[in-house]
């Protein structure tokens, strides 16, 4: 596998806002294939703007074009009956990771989800971020929203675009593997895991035309539960540690670690301004409660907290010094809780480039003006009820992590 996580030169980054311009992006690339299409997404909602999704995929497969897609089983239990038809009849091979089965998630090994979203096109082009395949304007448990969700993708042309195939690629294998081996075939199992370590071809991308954005120093950051099971808490508190001037974290899910905890309290009491732009509307009990009781310390070493309460905040995005010598920005599925840090596949891009941190700083800088609300030192002395709930909530998930034998 060619994976590296150093950061190296030659990258074509651009930043995607929101479900409406990745959708687009994603299409457009789709329609484009020629070769493969290999996706992941934990949510692939058939409702909305995301059909169109589904539509390139099927016209892709009906060209010719081998496709691939990945779901989560407790983000996508299924696919609706009609677009498994049509998925059969056009040639689109599909799985479900981690399917849940009888006792769903009273299991703590099922708690292992699959929360990437990437995609690849003809070893050429490549998507990671925070956004599933979900119409911005729609919620499965909220339903219709007055705003769209707040989230953020890139798109990816350079080397990084091979780690990312191989990526889902041995991932694709291992459950075809998996599949095979239930269904007691053992030669295709065998030949599907040996297979697992054979890239897919990727080529370099083409010349750049003139008055192309500079080339970006990019890396894949992956978390899984072999082989890299830190690697993306430890490159924040790398970055973090090594700010001198400004961190701005936006985040869905928050509860850091006691280590990611002090970074930010480090970085505070040392001068560095630092900012987190965090869930201010309330989605899911545990992911909104367990996250409160951590403010208190992060407020008192000076770090502002803004909660985002235009719509759902669904980014997974940070920056550092974007105006300095060694800027830094990551975009990514990772929340920076437990379930994305200690159980989920995840991948986050890094991008150390000036241009492209200064273009994402500047649109947090615009929703914590304009769209989000400060919480004050005075959050401490909220209604005995709100601060009960959160220290239930915060302690349900220190059980749920005992279960899994993590400390956190």
């Given at each position: 596998?060619?994976?590296?996580p ?13 479900g ?7 299409v ?38 081998r ?92 080397e ?20 095979n ?45 072999v ?9 924040y ?14 985040n869905a ?54 909660e ?21 920005a ?18 986050n ?60």
């Open positions: 596998m060619r994976h590296n150093a950061l190296r030169d030659g990258h074509q980054i651009r930043l995607i806002e929101g409406q311009d990745y959708f687009e992006a994603l457009a690339a789709l329609n484009q294939a020629r070769s493969h299409v290999l996706l992941e997404t934990y949510i692939f909602d058939l409702h909305g703007a995301a059909v169109r999704v589904a539509e390139a995929l099927e016209r892709a497969a009906l060209r010719g074009v496709v691939w897609l990945v779901v989560d089983g407790v983000g996508t239990p299924q696919l609706p009956e009609v677009w498994r038809v049509r998925f059969a009849l056009a040639g689109v091979d599909w799985r479900i990771y981690a399917p849940l089965g009888a006792l769903g998630l009273l299991i703590p090994s099922r708690w292992r989800r699959l929360h990437r979203k990437l995609c690849v096109v003809d070893g050429q082009t490549a998507f990671c971020g925070g956004i599933n395949i979900l119409d911005d304007w729609y919620d499965p448990h909220h339903g219709s929203l007055a705003r769209p969700r707040l989230d953020f993708a890139v798109s990816a042309q350079g990084l675009v091979g780690h990312i195939q191989d990526s889902m690629s041995q991932l694709w294998w291992r459950l075809q593997g998996a599949k081996a239930r269904e007691r075939k053992i030669p295709q199992a065998l030949h599907s895991f040996i297979t697992a370590g054979l890239p897919l071809p990727w080529k370099p991308p083409l010349p750049l035309p003139d008055g192309s954005p500079p080339p970006s120093r990019a890396a894949l950051l992956l978390r899984d539960n082989l890299h099971r830190t690697q993306i808490e430890r490159a508190r790398k970055a973090i540690g090594l700010a001198r001037h400004e961190v701005v974290i936006a899910y928050f509860l850091p670690g006691r280590r990611l905890r002090q970074a930010l309290v480090h970085a505070a009491r040392r001068g560095v301004r630092v900012r987190l732009l965090l869930q201010g509307r309330y989605e899911y009990f545990m992911q909104y409660h367990a996250a409160r009781p951590v403010y208190g310390t992060l407020l008192a070493a000076g770090v502002e907290i803004y985002y309460d235009a719509s759902f905040l669904h980014a997974k995005v940070a920056v550092v010094d974007p105006d300095n010598e060694r800027p830094w990551t975009v990514g599925s990772s929340n920076l809780d437990p379930l994305s840090l200690l159980l989920a596949r995840e991948a891009v890094v991008v150390a480039d000036r241009q492209f941190a200064q273009q994402l700083h500047r649109r947090l800088i615009q929703v914590i003006a304009s769209q989000s609300t400060p919480v004050l030192a005075a959050f401490g002395q909220r209604l005995w009820h709100q601060r009960l709930r959160d220290r239930l909530a915060f302690g349900l998930m220190r059980m749920a992590l005992f279960l899994t034998g993590h400390r956190y």
